[in-house]
């Protein structure tokens, strides 16, 4: 059984900075796709960041390009989301998601393992 567990959420001011944590357990990930989607009040989960486990780009969100970064430590079965110059409209829980397999999609009902979610939260 995966386990995905998130953290580094958090509160922060427009312009600022929060790493995200996501580890996780359960299988050996090499033909994984792990990534991260987000959901703000009233909205639909929304997909902002995946890579192949195995290699490859991460592919991101045109609403993250630039901004958000992500990676991982192979070691420790973590992944990171590095988000710099955030804004209010950053504002949501941020997920952590796998799914087996290579092919990567961008709608949430593809991913079958997900985090508890972690709260991001960014002042104007």
């Known amino acids: 059984q995966v386990q995905l567990v998130e953290s580094g959420g958090g509160l922060v001011q427009a312009g600022g900075s929060l790493r995200l944590s996501c580890a996780a357990s359960?299988?050996?990930?090499?033909?994984?796709?792990v990534g991260w989607f987000r959901q703000a009040p009233g909205k639909e989960r929304e997909f902002v960041a995946c890579?192949?486990?195995?290699?490859?780009?991460?592919i991101s969100a045109d609403s993250v390009k630039g901004r958000f970064t992500l990676s991982r430590d192979n070691g420790e079965n973590t992944v990171y989301l590095q988000m710099n110059s955030l804004k209010p409209e950053d504002t949501a829980v941020y997920y952590c998601?796998?799914?087996?397999?290579?092919?990567?999609?961008?709608?949430?009902?593809?991913?079958?393992?997900w985090g508890q979610g972690t709260q991001v939260t960014v002042s104007s």
């Open positions: 998601a796998a799914r087996e397999g290579v092919n990567i999609y961008y709608s949430p009902t593809r991913y079958d393992y």
């Open positions: 359960g299988r050996t990930f090499s033909r994984y796709v």
């Open positions: 890579f192949r486990w195995s290699g490859g780009s991460a």
